[in-house]
């Protein structure tokens, strides 16, 4: 069994900044891929960003260059800065990892919210 549980998320004015954290705990050996999604309400979910064990990124162009994902593999943690946030990002942020002979697994969610 798996559980990823996220913290972080809030309240903020445009142009604000926020940082999610994703922890993973439970039996598994290894992480590979972790990443964040979101969706917006009406919306369907949509990715965030991902990052490989290697590190190697990749992120929605909707978001590149105001948000960064990073991980601490000793913490089985994921991490999302997002800068210069706009009320259009506005959504419930859901971490995702997946986990070699565990299956992939989500987060419950977090609320990010960006007022005007």
């Known amino acids: 069994q798996v559980q990823l549980v996220e913290s972080g998320g809030g309240l903020v004015q445009a142009g604000g900044s926020l940082r999610l954290s994703c922890a993973a705990s439970g039996s598994f050996f290894s992480i590979n891929v972790m990443g964040w999604y979101r969706q917006a309400p009406g919306k369907q979910r949509e990715l965030v960003a991902v990052?490989?064990?290697?590190?190697?990124?990749n992120y929605a162009d909707s978001v590149k260059g105001r948000f960064t994902i990073s991980r601490d593999n000793a913490k089985n943690t994921v991490y999302l800065q997002m800068s210069s946030l706009k009320p259009e990002d506005t959504a419930v942020y859901y971490c995702n990892g997946q986990f070699p002979g565990a299956g992939d697994y989500w987060g419950q969610g977090t609320q990010v919210t960006v007022s005007s």
């Open positions: 990052i490989t064990s290697a590190g190697r990124t």
